[in-house]
Structures are given as C-alpha cells and as structure tokens.
C-alpha cells in the first residue's frame, strides 16, 4: 500500500522557537525514521506528509493514500489529537487509531473520567477546577492528585502535583490553570501500584498485548509518574513486565483496561494507564488512544519488547487492525 505518516517533529518545533516542555509530546526524528523503516520492511510505500497543515495542503491539491499512519498530537487546543484524523475523514481516507470524537474526548480527562464512571468502570473521584468557586466540587478526602485537564507526557506532574492540605490545593490549581490555560483536574491520590498495559485491535477483536509495573527508582521523582521521570525514563524508571497468570492485580488491571477500550470505542492500538488505590485495587487514570512509537522510549513499544513482539510486528498489526475496520464492507456497517 501506498500510506503517507502524519506527524509533529519536535526538532521543527525547537527550530522554531518553541520551547522544551511545549513540544514533549511531539515526535523525535528516530521515531519517524523507525516508523519509516517498519512500514518499508512490511513491503509499504511510504509518504512523509507532515503535521495537520501539511496534510491540509496536499488534500487540497489532490494527494491521496490508501491509509494514513496517524501520529500526529497538535500544537494547541482541546482538539488537537482530532485535526488529522478529521481532516482524513472529510475526504475519506482511512487512517489508523481512533477517530476524531475518541481523539477529542480523551484528551480531556474530566470528560474521560465522566464517561468510564458513567459505565461503571472504576476511576478515583475528581473535580475539574477552572475557577476558584469550583473547588467548593471537592467533597472527598485528601490527600488530592493535581494535573492538567488535557496534557500528555506528564506535562505539569511534579512531586507538588500530590496536595496533603486542603489549603494548598487553591494554589495548586491556579498555578496549572494559569500556566497551561486549561482546568486543572483534581482526583483523590492513589498511593498502590502503577501499571500501564498495550492494546491492539478493535472492539470485539481488541486484545491485550501485556502489562508494565511502573517502579520509580531511587534518583527519581517521587509520588508520581512525572514529566521529568517520564523524560528520563531510561535512569528513573523500571518497566516491570506483569504476568496475570500470578498476579491478581495485574490480571484485574487487564479486564479493566480492555473493557474501558472497548467502552470508550478506541481503535488499532494504544495504552491505558492504571493506578491502585489503599486497598490494592486498580483503577483507571488515562486513556492513550495516540499512544508514542518511538521505539525504545515509548511505553506501548517497551510492553511490545518485554512480552518479545518486535516493533515491526506492532506495526503491522496497527496496519492489520486499521485495514480490517475500514474494508468496504465494515466501512459501510
């Protein structure tokens, strides 16, 4: 097949002037050589397109593809995970992962969180604070995990993210609502286990593909899976494969995650993150439909290499879901 990639390379943005943080979770020039390299060695024909203006430009003039390999974040906005897989569904053509609904309602947290309690899938409780007369929604007990509403990459998780004093959170609040421009996202602290666990495929046929313990080492950061240990992963963190066969945890951690996948109506492949509460019981924080593919560094590839699928294989079977759901006859159901 002929599949053009779309994509945000963070050395553009840099060369831009944009700055470190603002471009964490844009893509690296060796993930898009890999990416480039897998699809070539799946015997593809390969298009770098660019990022969502880029993909506009050459729609206008008549490019097309037979599918998209869609990794593109966005610069800015609530719906910037959604630009590039809207932009392809107003023309048609197939691009792999969610569509721009999924896209757009993940990346808000709040709104995330309200559709899993909403099917009963258990989530700590939250408030969304934009102003300081929301933080009267806050009825449960600390100690309180503070965030950003709709970042990745750990953007705005530091150690001063988990508040003990109800006192402090006004502060807290205010400091990422000012400096994101977005509501903070206020949930009830999870002090047990953090895992993340890989997903390939669609709706019925969606499988698990492992699990990963998130352990913070000594140098690292504590309390949390932040920005910094999330950047420097390599010396702050250890990706503990689970096994479900042995470990009640990470087997209820699975079921929960699939059936949030399936709830949520997410495609081809990604990560869901976990967190365990006071008692040992998992439960669900983030959903990464737009999951990172570097290699090496990113979450869903490592899951990939500790269960020994090689990362050509996580490609093809992104390619082999996307190509399944968008075949004429699934298309027109």
Known sequence: MRIGLTFDLRSAYLAEGYGEEETAEFDRDDTIEALEAALCGLGHEVDRIGNARRLAARLVTGDRWELVFNIAEGLRGLGREALVPALLEAWDVPCTFSDPLVMALTLHKGMTKR???????????????????????????????????????????????????????????????????????????????????????????????????????????????????????????????????????????????????????????????????????????EINPLAGMHPEHSDLPIICGKVGMPYADLVGGIIASAVERTAPGERRR
């Open 115 to 285: 559709v899993m309690r909403d099917a009963g899938l258990p989530t700590p409780d939250f408030a969304v604070i934009e102003r300081a007369a929301d933080l009267e929604a806050i009825r449960f007990d600390g100690p309180w995990f503070v965030k950003p509403v709709s970042e990745g990459t750990g953007k705005g998780v530091t150690p001063a993210s988990v508040v003990r004093e109800r006192k402090d959170l006004a502060a807290r609040c205010a400091e990422l609502v000012e400096r994101y421009r977005q509501p903070a996202l206020v949930e009830e602290y999870l002090p047990g286990r953090e895992l993340t666990v890989g997903l390939l495929g669609t709706g019925d046929r969606a499988r698990v593909l492992g699990s990963v313990e998130v352990v913070l080492l000594a140098r690292a950061e504590a309390g949390a899976y932040s920005y910094v240990n999330k950047e420097r992963c390599e010396e702050l963190v250890e990706y503990r494969l689970t096994h479900p066969r042995d470990d009640e945890v990470a087997a209820a951690a699975e079921e929960l995650a699939l059936a949030a996948w399936r709830v949520l109506g997410c495609r081809d492949g990604g990560r869901i993150d976990l967190r365990c509460d006071d008692r040992g019981r998992p439960m669900l924080i």
